[in-house]
């Protein structure tokens, strides 16, 4: 290779030999030439892959070249792929060092601004984000000189595109810059929050959020609020439902008199929004704002409002109204709870839209604690019961998925009679999903029945799903069964489970007494290594005859996984090589496919 002197050369020229780089250089010059090749390569895979090491690039050029070349190359040769652009995005703010530390960290922002300008709003939301990590650590001067100069020209950009980018860049200056810099930033943010274009004011909107936690109290007073109040009357529903989580932050920030005063009027007015949108952010945030607004204001103007979304004539608003029911009824009292709530959860449990009676059968258990146990025996445990009926599955699952809240308040042997149908029923659902989803509630169900109780109702389901056409679900009913050990103990299992999963090594089914070996293997793990010497390798060991290669190859290694359980005893410590070395070298003289597998491993 030719030497070049550092000022004839140029990015698009091979990479600098040892002489013009760092004194500590990559080992391997040719991998960095083909990474600045794959720079310009017309393959997008090459380009990603270069992009995600150009701190590789960077560091054979040294930061004064990085800064002067490799930068300007990157400004000029901008990607057109959206992917591409992401990457180099989410890169540049790492490359901070590369040009030479905070002091020339501003050389990386023009490339930024650029990308902050493309049309993909996911490659603008990153530019914006590695921007907003390179302001935290710009001094104040170059904040001043490099970094509010961009946000002047991605305010006043052509495209809505550069301004929409522009409104998550001033909470991380404004705090920092003088009472001027701050007046300016004021007008231009408020420029932006009445463009023409609705996807800058939602922008804006957005921005306001992190805005208000910036600003000083006057600020708030003077410039926060009238923007909200003229946001949350935007004539675009996609405008006005951003606001529901700046009015959150607003109230924060004011007194009750205030709150009362300056908010609260818009809180009736996005409760009631004619869009159900709208209505839908009021209802998921209720909670939250309900809080931040505080118990005195709550007490005389949430309620209401509250009823009348659990009645909302849209399902998705009353879905996110029912998740907030416990939430908002830690924060009144009983009687409103009685006399206003309840009657609106009555309703939900009937509801037309399934998803919204299933986000009040996830919720509902909530309740109990809160009213105490008469009247969850009164008022709830009629609706649990006639939830476990519901004909959407997903219904009657959260239900059980919150037996535990359900079970402190009232004890589970009041709901086991409804609760066992319901349990059976979704067992035997044609959806293996909801099948799966019944499993993973056996073991809390298990800790709320008791062994006995779960033996006489549930052991013999459990059973049956060892023997499922799903193998998914075969897999979960094994390790079910080691989850279930865990729960009533090594010895319970010895007596109760493992003769059972015994019958099934001479069913005619293959694939049930494979599942014979993974269920005695998982469960291993939670037996005694003289429960595994006793009860467990006499069978692996003798299923090693069985005339299936993939069985004599899964006995194998199940005999792997038994030998570091047998090893925690001494006792047992011994049967690995008179039993199971003996076992596994007979193995690898099969004639089948075993052996070579084996022997491969």
Same mark, same amino acid.
């Given at each position: ?5 550092? +000022? ?15 004194? !500590? ?9 083909? $990474?600045?090749?794959? #720079?310009?390569?017309? !393959? ?39 992917? @591409? ?35 993909? @709003?996911?490659?603008?939301?990153? =530019?914006?984000?590695?921007? &907003? ?16 100069? $961009? ?77 909200? *109040? ?34 609260? %009027? ?20 209720? @909670? ?35 998740? *907030? ?18 009657? &609106? ?40 019961? /006639? /939830? ?28 086991? *009679? ?25 073991? #809390? ?16 389901? &459990? ?23 865990? @729960? ?58 069985? %005339? ?24 047992? =410590?011994?049967?690995?090589? +008179?039993?199971?070395? %003996?076992?596994?070298?007979?193995? &690898?003289? !099969? ?11």
């Amino acid at each position: 290779m030719t030497t070049k002197s550092s +000022s004839d050369m140029d990015i698009d020229s091979n990479v600098p030999t040892t002489e013009f780089m760092d004194e !500590d250089p990559p080992n391997d010059i040719n991998a960095i030439v083909t $990474l600045i090749d794959d #720079l310009k390569n017309e !393959d997008v895979t090459f380009r990603l892959n270069s992009i995600k090491k150009l701190d590789v690039i960077a560091n054979a050029f040294g930061v004064e070249r990085t800064r002067n070349e490799l930068v300007p190359f990157l400004q000029d040769s901008l990607d057109e792929e959206d992917e @591409v652009l992401l990457a180099l995005a989410e890169k540049l703010q790492s490359l901070v060092d590369a040009v030479g530390g905070r002091e020339y960290a501003y050389y990386l922002l023009p490339l930024l601004e650029n990308i902050a300008a493309v049309e993909e @709003v996911t490659v603008r939301d990153e =530019a914006v984000s590695s921007l &907003c990590s390179i302001a935290t650590i710009l001094s104040q001067p170059h904040l001043e000189q490099y970094f509010l100069p $961009l946000i002047r020209r991605l305010s006043n950009g052509e495209w809505f595109t550069s301004r929409t980018s522009a409104t998550g860049l001033f909470a991380i200056v404004y705090e920092k810059s003088d009472i001027s810099l701050q007046n300016e930033l004021k007008g231009l943010f408020a420029t932006l929050a009445e463009d023409d274009s609705p996807m800058v004011r939602r922008a804006a909107s957005k921005a306001l959020v992190n805005l208000v936690g910036q600003m000083s109290d006057e600020d708030i007073f003077s410039t926060a609020i009238p923007l909200f *109040q003229k946001l949350s009357q935007d004539d675009q529903d996609s405008v006005r439902l951003l606001t529901v989580e700046v009015l959150v932050a607003l109230a924060k920030r004011l007194d009750e008199e205030k709150r009362r005063e300056l908010l609260l %009027p818009a809180f009736t007015a996005l409760s009631n929004d004619k869009a159900w949108r709208v209505r839908y952010m009021v209802a998921s945030k209720y @909670v939250e704002l309900a809080e931040a607004f505080g118990q005195d204001i709550i007490q005389g103007n949430f309620t209401e409002a509250f009823v009348n979304m659990l009645k909302d004539m849209e399902g998705e608003v009353r879905t996110a109204a029912a998740s *907030q029911i416990p939430g908002y009824a830690k924060l009144v009292d009983n009687t409103v709870i009685l006399s206003d709530l309840l009657p &609106c959860v009555k309703l939900l449990v009937t509801d037309e839209n399934q998803h919204a009676r299933a986000a009040l059968a996830k919720n509902i258990s909530g309740l109990a604690p809160i009213i105490g146990q008469d009247a969850t025996m009164q008022y709830l445990l009629p609706l649990f019961l /006639q /939830q476990l009926t519901d004909e959407f599955p997903d219904v009657r699952l959260n239900v059980i998925s919150n037996l535990e809240t359900i079970n402190k308040a009232i004890g589970i042997e009041r709901v086991s *009679q409804a609760l066992l149908p319901a349990i059976v029923e979704l067992s035997e659902d044609k959806q293996w999903r909801i099948r799966l989803a019944i499993i993973e509630y056996i073991p #809390l169900l298990a800790k709320q029945f008791g062994p006995r109780f779960f033996e006489e109702k549930l052991l013999e389901l &459990c059973m049956s799903w060892l023997r499922d056409l799903v193998f998914s679900i075969r897999e979960a009913a094994t390790t079910n069964l080691m989850k279930l050990t865990e @729960v009533f103990g090594a010895e319970w299992a010895k007596n109760a489970i493992i003769p059972e999963v015994m019958k099934m090594t001479t069913d005619e089914n293959y694939l049930h007494r494979m599942t014979t070996i993974f269920a005695l293997t998982i469960m291993a793990k939670a037996l005694t290594p003289m429960m595994i010497k006793d009860s467990v390798l006499p069978t692996i060991i003798d299923m090693s005859k069985d %005339p299936i290669p993939n069985i004599r190859f899964n006995v194998a290694k199940s005999l792997e996984a038994l030998i570091p359980l047998l090893k925690k005893d001494p006792n047992t =410590a011994e049967l690995i090589s +008179s039993s199971v070395k %003996p076992t596994l070298e007979k193995l &690898c003289t !099969d004639q089948d496919i075993v052996s070579l597998i084996l022997q491969l491993a």
